[in-house]
């Protein structure tokens, strides 16, 4: 599927803020469509890697805590929890603090798909990095505290 929004800049004029913002926004997605498919399990969708990823990192987390951080609703991620407890790479627990609570922690197996998961996509970026001139490495050096300004805003 393309994005036929994107309209390609007249040779010899400048582009448009909104052209360069789309080429910019498909080229982001394309990157990060790429990265996804470096993953250790292609048996789990990217939002359950994406819930595992988020309890494997931050410790034990509640369902509605996980919902919040990948902003999708309770339901949805309830579903998401079940396939992964069902999987044997989530495991649900009591909280020691308030027994209501249900906390959710990384099995081993689940810690280990995320870990692989995140060397085999830093090692497909970097081997790329590598291939590009000093020059264009500092490019991206400084375009990546853009995208972190970008992205808090």
Known sequence: M????????????RPTLGEQSTEFRLAVMRLARRIRQERADTELSATQYA??????S?????????AELERVTPPSMNRTVNCLVESGLLVREGSPDDGRKVLLHATEAGED??????????????????????DERETLASATEILRRLTDQ
């Open 51 to 56: 819930a595992l990823a988020w309890t494997a």
């Open 2 to 13: 393309t994005d036929t929004t994107a309209q390609a800049p007249v040779r010899g004029r």
């Open 113 to 134: 798909i995320v870990r692989e998961t995140r060397r085999r996509r830093d090692a497909w970026l970097a081997k790329r990095f590598a291939a590009l001139s000093p």
């Open 58 to 66: 931050e410790g034990p987390l509640t369902p509605g805590r996980l």
